[in-house]
């Protein structure tokens, strides 16, 4: 097959659209399927084999202060789609996804004058654009990891200004998602709880949905030799700041544990922790929190081999990647029942109410001194991972998918 994939931000370190991205196009090449791939920055690096066709913008929103003029193209500011993506970001509006969607559209209309695509696989975008491809008569499927008012309803729900909740309201384009996807093809769902999502919030109907578990990369995550457990250390894997990862409630639970226990954060580096600093200073827990920053794959499966357990507190994932990837490192996981977890656990971890630091401490206490409990959690995730959670099965869902609409 032709398969064209679409991705606004193509990047592994952008978060999991990036992941995604990578492994599904070379999944694809390695089945024998001809992959290009439509991106927008920051850029991945995929395998020789993949063509991609790079988006450029100029990152009107990621540098608000930039002057609109580019020095190397003094008139791009006067051509429409920038026109449009300046402006509305000064209004804090995240038009960079619908932006992408239309200069994807157009790249597209090029393309297909020489090359005819079987399907064209949307990673999350779900912009105007989509619709108008729609005209190229080619079959469009989306994924959908997880609709956008979930992040937005967990954000209103932070004490804050009415300017500030305004600001928030309009980042989100929850309205364009909402208009778009049931009016594509078919959408995959990377569980069973963001299909019932999609179904809930963007009101696609479960007919037009498919679960497809995303995989991992066993060749990066799994035990390695000689690393020890450090007695006490818990890692936690995500962005500490957003709110729909659950790090207070972790931290909150850490007053119920003894002093000798620790978390280890690796939170890519993001310059934001003012409010979770001022947090753990008045929790009094600073000796005990340690971050690391950004880290690369081998430093990160070094810290979940480290660790005794690993917690995933989120509110809410679509999926939940840390998760997996501490099991697929024989880590025992503690996890809430934020949206897909317990699908990703099943019966390998301990699964405990989401926003209860109680229930999370309780869990851990029970488990942390049981060596014979926690070799059995280890071992119970390695295999669910490798019976659940892998990309050839997960790609040969897809291509099933396809073939449906051709």
Known sequence: MRIC????????YCGGQGIYLRYVAEELLQQGHEVHVIVGPPYPVLKEGITVHYISNNEYFVKKKRSPINQNAPFDIFKPINYYEYFSTRFKIFSEI?????????KLRELTKEIKFDIIHDNQCLGYGLILMKSLGIPIIATIHHPLHIDLEKLVQVPSSFSSKFQT????????????????????????????????????????????YNGLDRSIFYPRKGIKRKKGKLVFVGNIEDRKKGFLYLLMAMKYLDDDVYITAVDGGSPHRKKTMQ?????????????????????????????????VPSVYEGFGFPAAEAMSCGVPVISSDGGALPEVVGDSGIVVPAEDEKAIAQAINSVISDKKRLKEMGEKGIERVREHFNWENAVNRMIEVYSRFI
């Open 169 to 212: 309201v309009m980042f989100y384009p929850i309205l364009m998602q909402r208009i778009v996807s049931p009016r594509l093809d078919h959408v995959i769902a990377v569980s069973e709880n963001s299909r019932q999502m999609a179904n809930r919030y963007l009101k696609v109907p479960i007919e037009k949905q498919t679960v497809v």
């Open 5 to 12: 994939l679409l991705c606004y931000r193509g990047n592994p």
């Open 279 to 311: 947090f753990i200073k008045k929790l009094g827990l600073k000796d005990r929190i340690e971050f690391t920053g950004k880290v690369d794959n081998d430093e990160l499966v070094k810290h979940y081999c480290e660790s005794e357990l690993a917690i």
């Open 98 to 106: 619908t932006a992408f969607s239309i200069r994807a559209y157009l």
